[in-house]
């Protein structure tokens, strides 16, 4: 069985300040897809990034990044220098290469960027 | 490019009345298809799935049920709601090979008074 576990169930940070919202995941696979979602108010979830198992290169995009280290099964996500719009419920999801293959969330980070 | 509907967006039902939410994916072929629900607060819960016409399956006991009549239409129903039911509804789609990312509706909320 696979599962998601996100700690953190809520930060609070000030604008410009960095912030890290972690991601543990369980599985038995040795295939498999990690994806981070934002979820804004709205309620629709945007896609942010998506991870094979075999792809261990941390990622940088903007002010984002994210660090996947399958040693530990993590997939930590970093906002560098925040901002207001930042402010969102964060999933981290993991699905699988074969069979069954939707996604299991974690139960989201919500981050509050103050201004 | 492929897009997904998915509507109403906003519904208030009362306990014991019919539901019928409706997802379609426009520019795909044979897509995986997903309804998910999301509590107020909480992460987000795999309901159904579906790989083909016809061909559904459930991943949790519920009140709820999903048909898929067409290629690209995906419908999530239920014959009595019940207050529990109230959450919000989203529609995924991924495509049929590889795996590649899933796209998701703009979502329902449902609320049962």
């Known amino acids: 069985a696979q599962k998601v576990t996100q700690a953190q169930t809520e930060i609070s940070v000030v604008e410009k300040e960095d912030v890290t919202l972690d991601c543990v995941y369980e599985?038995?696979?040795?295939?498999?897809?990690l994806f981070w979602y934002k979820q804004p108010p709205s309620g629709e979830l945007v896609f942010l990034i998506r991870r094979n198992s075999f792809d261990e290169q941390n990622e940088i995009s903007g002010r984002y990044s994210w660090n996947f280290q399958k040693s530990t099964s993590s997939f930590n996500f970093t906002i560098t220098a925040s901002q207001v719009v930042d402010s969102a419920v964060y999933f981290c999801?993991?699905?699988?290469?074969?069979?069954?293959?939707?996604?299991?969330f974690g139960s989201g980070t919500r981050l509050q960027v103050q201004p | 490019s492929q897009t997904i509907h998915q509507w109403p967006a906003t519904l208030v039902q009362p306990v014991g009345s019919p539901l019928s939410l409706e997802c379609t994916v426009e520019?795909?072929?044979?897509?995986?298809l997903y309804w998910y629900r999301q509590a107020a607060g909480r992460g987000l819960q795999l309901l159904f799935y579906s790989v083909g016409i016809g061909q559904i399956s459930s991943e949790v006991p519920q009140n709820l049920s999903a048909s898929r009549p067409q290629d690209r239409q995906f419908i999530l129903s239920s014959k009595k709601l019940l207050l529990s039911d109230s959450g919000f509804y989203l529609c995924?789609?991924?495509?049929?090979?590889?795996?590649?990312?899933?796209?998701f509706g703009s979502g329902t909320r449902l609320t049962v008074v």
């Open positions: 999801a993991l699905s699988m290469d074969t069979g069954r293959r939707a996604l299991t």
């Open positions: 599985t038995r696979d040795t295939t498999y897809y």
């Open positions: 995924a789609w991924s495509p049929g090979t590889g795996n590649y990312g899933y796209t």
């Open positions: 520019g795909t072929s044979n897509p995986n």
